[in-house]
């Protein structure tokens, strides 16, 4: 299984970014898919999940401003972000199956 995320970058406050983790060896709509996060110095959190029925979920801080999408015809999971604020910096990473793990891609908001 490979999974390789992408689209990270640097943007400002209130700008948009929207990561994507593709996948080879695992069927995503088979699976439970999510992002999570690691800020410098914190924990890793979980920020958006879709169960294989569509179900998604999203934490307290990114309600109204992520949304999570899955692309089954090309197997890849995405995460549009908008309204970005400082907080949201971190590394972000794909799962797929609660255990397999993209590299990660790093999102930095900044003014």
């Known amino acids: 299984v490979q999974l390789q995320a992408s689209g990270g970058g640097l943007v400002q406050p209130g700008g948009s970014l929207r990561i994507s983790c593709a996948g080879s060896?695992?069927?995503?709509?088979?699976?439970?898919v999510g992002w999570y996060r690691q800020a410098p110095g914190k924990q890793r959190e979980l920020v958006a999940s879709?169960?294989?029925?569509?179900?998604?979920y999203y934490v307290d801080s990114v309600k109204d401003r992520f949304t999570i999408s899955r692309d089954n015809a090309k197997n890849r999971l995405d995460l549009q972000m908008d309204s970005l604020k400082p907080e949201d910096t971190a590394v972000y990473y794909c799962y797929v199956g609660g255990i397999y793990w993209g590299q990660g891609t790093l999102v930095t908001v900044y003014s």
């Open positions: 060896g695992i069927i995503f709509s088979r699976n439970a």
């Open positions: 879709m169960t294989r029925s569509g179900i998604t």
